[in-house]
């Protein structure tokens, strides 16, 4: 069998110690389920201790119908002078209901005298007395050793004394804390190694990010014996976050080959980031490692030709197997075998024997030249192919438009735009306002269009962006607008340049709207067959 790893989370405690992360109840209760459907073994709660807000989590996590995870409760050792049964931080655990917990403890010796100002030996006593109160009161317990690395370094000897105290008074496990971030991967793996050949009870890590080695550093624990890993989901975490167990697990899993979660729950690994990410309010970085929206997104011309060939030449594993996808970019720098992805996603004939990508591959280059970025824009770029291909239908074409503002006595600023299109052969004059020009301009379209087509009701614009591209032309500056549309089933992205915002706008406009009606081609044509009957049993009536 595979050695087991056992995954500790806190992202609902140490995670919202990080810089923008806050969690309700409600949030901290929606993410425990998803931690324990990904197979979790223990789900770090909160400091009952601290907050009643985490308090209520507690009390409220025990109606949760967990199939594996262990809600635990964190906190400290007793204070210096105080009897572990009188210690209020202790009882608070105890009033919790954990069935775990995981108490912290000064390793460090400086940590004792400077920021406990305890004596060292008060300190082991603290350690000794809190985890035998605990483990008494019929709890799982988890010690902490926070500040081990540096703890070692200074003092070796005290460093060790403190562990074995927590060992001696009946730890489950203790938990080796680089908790300032700073020790490299071979001190983990040195360090490590000595503290599993001198205590008889499982070792755990815990580290931080501030060296951005916090999942080197756990992995080379578990190298050097360790057998349990603390982290956050997506890296959560005070100053520069926490070992991120997204990396973490499939790191030990797929190219260490241990046991941590089951392996059908690899697949799942994107949409848990994914989620964390949205209760958090989090953006999700597109970098991110195995998880993130580029991690497999390929641009450059050589690499996609290979990945078409042998997917393993630029993929160090299959984006599906953690539940993520292949991406191709499409860019300045594309060649034919980009075109050729994209447009087998799309269901279009095309091979590099067709003339037609040459010309669509230059236009492309040319267009970027100008601005254009269709990596974020591949509603506009799919028009684009279906252009060059002549596979587009033309539902309507500009005319005209003009935008009129003008300010009144009242200080109101008002905005009406003027659109002249021609659909079906027809001339239509249309007039709205709206909440500045481009608003008005979208307002005037739609209202141009829905009479013809009805189903342009279903959607909207949900997110407009506009980027300066060389901010030494001052106001002359080409600006960029990236627009998102939806129907509220789907988004699609299209994209804008010019020296003239609202050109730019237009042209943004103009794809996302062509794009919808595209891509309803099928409804539009029953809708309009629907209508032409209608009014011939009208007339024959």
């Given at each position: 069998m595979k050695?087991?790893?056992?995954l500790?989370?806190?992202?609902?405690r140490?995670?919202?110690?990080?810089e923008?992360?806050?969690l309700?109840?409600?949030?901290k209760?929606?993410?425990?389920?998803k931690?324990?459907?990904?197979?979790?073994?223990?789900?770090?709660?909160?400091?009952?201790?601290s907050?009643?807000?985490?308090?209520e989590?507690f009390?409220?996590?025990?109606q949760?119908?967990?199939k594996?995870?262990t809600?635990?409760?964190?906190?400290?050792t007793?204070?210096?002078?105080?009897p572990?049964?009188?210690?209020?931080n202790?009882q608070?655990?105890?009033?919790?209901?954990?069935?775990?917990v995981?108490?912290?403890?000064k390793?460090?010796?400086?940590?004792a005298?400077?920021?406990?100002?305890?004596?060292l030996?008060?300190?082991?006593?603290?350690?000794?007395d809190?985890?035998?109160?605990?483990?008494q009161?019929g709890?799982?317990?988890?010690?902490?050793?926070e500040?081990?690395?540096d703890g070692f370094?200074s003092?070796r000897?005290?460093?060790?004394?403190?562990?074995?105290k927590?060992?001696?008074?009946?730890?489950?496990?203790?938990?080796l804390?680089d908790?300032?971030g700073?020790t490299?991967?071979h001190?983990v793996s040195?360090?490590?190694k000595?503290?599993v050949?001198?205590l008889s009870?499982?070792?755990?890590?815990?580290c931080?990010?501030?060296c951005?080695?916090?999942v080197?550093?756990?992995?080379?624990?578990v190298?050097?014996?360790?057998?349990?890993?603390?982290?956050t989901?997506n890296g959560?975490?005070?100053?520069?976050g926490?070992a991120n167990?997204?990396?973490v697990?499939?790191?030990?899993?797929?190219?260490?080959?241990?046991?941590c979660?089951?392996?059908?729950?690899?697949p799942s690994l994107?949409?848990?980031a994914?989620y964390?990410h949205?209760v958090?309010?989090?953006?999700?970085?597109?970098n991110?490692p195995f998880?993130?929206?580029?991690?497999?997104?390929?641009?450059?011309?050589?690499?996609v030709?290979?990945?078409?060939?042998?997917?393993?030449t630029?993929?160090?594993?299959?984006?599906e197997s953690?539940?993520?996808?292949?991406?191709?970019?499409v860019s300045?720098l594309?060649?034919?075998?980009?075109l050729?992805?994209?447009a087998?996603?799309?269901d279009?004939?095309l091979?590099?024997?067709?003339?037609?990508?040459r010309?669509?591959i230059?236009?492309i280059?040319?267009?970027e030249h100008a601005g254009?970025?269709?990596?974020?824009?591949e509603?506009?770029?799919e028009?684009?192919v279906r252009e060059?291909l002549g596979t587009?239908?033309?539902f309507?074409q500009?005319e005209?438009f003009?935008?009129?503002?003008?300010r009144?006595?009242?200080?109101r600023?008002l905005?009406e735009?003027?659109?002249?299109?021609?659909?079906?052969g027809?001339?239509v004059?249309t007039v709205?306002e709206?909440?500045?020009p481009v608003?008005?301009l979208?307002?005037?379209?739609?209202k141009?269009l829905?009479?013809?087509f009805?189903l342009?009701?279903?959607?909207?614009?949900?997110?407009y962006k506009?980027?300066?591209?060389?901010e030494?032309?001052?106001?002359?500056?080409?600006?960029r607008?990236?627009i998102v549309?939806?129907?509220?089933k789907?988004?699609w992205?299209?994209i804008?340049?010019?020296?003239?915002?609202?050109?730019?706008s237009w042209?943004a406009?103009?794809?996302?709207f062509?794009?919808?009606l595209?891509?309803?081609e099928?409804?539009?044509e029953?809708v309009?067959?629907?209508a032409?009957?209608e009014?011939?049993?009208?007339?024959n009536?």
């Amino acid at each position: 069998m595979k050695q087991q790893v056992l995954l500790y989370d806190t992202t609902l405690r140490d995670g919202t110690q990080g810089e923008g992360i806050s969690l309700s109840v409600d949030d901290k209760l929606k993410i425990a389920k998803k931690l324990d459907e990904l197979g979790i073994h223990y789900i770090e709660g909160g400091w009952p201790g601290s907050n009643p807000k985490d308090m209520e989590f507690f009390l409220q996590a025990q109606q949760l119908s967990l199939k594996q995870a262990t809600i635990t409760a964190f906190g400290s050792t007793r204070r210096a002078g105080t009897p572990a049964a009188a210690d209020e931080n202790l009882q608070r655990i105890l009033e919790s209901g954990v069935k775990a917990v995981a108490i912290f403890g000064k390793t460090w010796d400086f940590h004792a005298t400077e920021a406990l100002k305890t004596t060292l030996e008060e300190n082991l006593h603290m350690i000794f007395d809190s985890v035998k109160f605990l483990k008494q009161a019929g709890l799982e317990v988890i010690f902490d050793a926070e500040h081990f690395f540096d703890g070692f370094k200074s003092n070796r000897d005290y460093a060790f004394a403190a562990v074995k105290k927590a060992e001696a008074a009946g730890a489950d496990c203790v938990v080796l804390c680089d908790t300032n971030g700073g020790t490299l991967p071979h001190e983990v793996s040195a360090i490590v190694k000595d503290v599993v050949r001198e205590l008889s009870i499982p070792v755990g890590i815990h580290c931080h990010n501030d060296c951005e080695l916090a999942v080197a550093n756990s992995l080379a624990a578990v190298q050097a014996g360790a057998q349990h890993v603390q982290g956050t989901i997506n890296g959560y975490g005070e100053r520069c976050g926490n070992a991120n167990l997204v990396s973490v697990i499939p790191n030990l899993q797929m190219k260490l080959g241990l046991k941590c979660v089951a392996d059908s729950a690899l697949p799942s690994l994107a949409s848990v980031a994914k989620y964390v990410h949205e209760v958090a309010n989090q953006v999700p970085p597109n970098n991110q490692p195995f998880v993130g929206r580029s991690a497999f997104a390929h641009k450059g011309g050589m690499h996609v030709s290979a990945i078409l060939k042998h997917p393993e030449t630029y993929e160090h594993i299959a984006p599906e197997s953690i539940g993520n996808a292949r991406r191709v970019l499409v860019s300045e720098l594309s060649g034919q075998s980009n075109l050729l992805f994209k447009a087998q996603e799309w269901d279009i004939d095309l091979n590099k024997k067709n003339p037609q990508s040459r010309k669509i591959i230059e236009k492309i280059k040319e267009k970027e030249h100008a601005g254009y970025q269709y990596e974020a824009a591949e509603a506009s770029f799919e028009l684009m192919v279906r252009e060059g291909l002549g596979t587009v239908k033309h539902f309507f074409q500009l005319e005209q438009f003009k935008i009129f503002m003008e300010r009144d006595d009242a200080e109101r600023l008002l905005t009406e735009a003027v659109v002249k299109l021609r659909i079906n052969g027809e001339v239509v004059h249309t007039v709205a306002e709206g909440n500045g020009p481009v608003n008005a301009l979208d307002n005037a379209l739609r209202k141009a269009l829905e009479s013809y087509f009805p189903l342009i009701k279903e959607m909207y614009l949900a997110d407009y962006k506009v980027r300066v591209l060389d901010e030494t032309d001052a106001t002359a500056s080409t600006v960029r607008v990236l627009i998102v549309s939806s129907d509220g089933k789907e988004q699609w992205s299209t994209i804008g340049v010019s020296a003239n915002v609202i050109e730019a706008s237009w042209y943004a406009l103009f794809d996302s709207f062509r794009y919808f009606l595209s891509k309803r081609e099928d409804e539009i044509e029953l809708v309009s067959r629907q209508a032409r009957e209608e009014r011939i049993g009208v007339l024959n009536h």
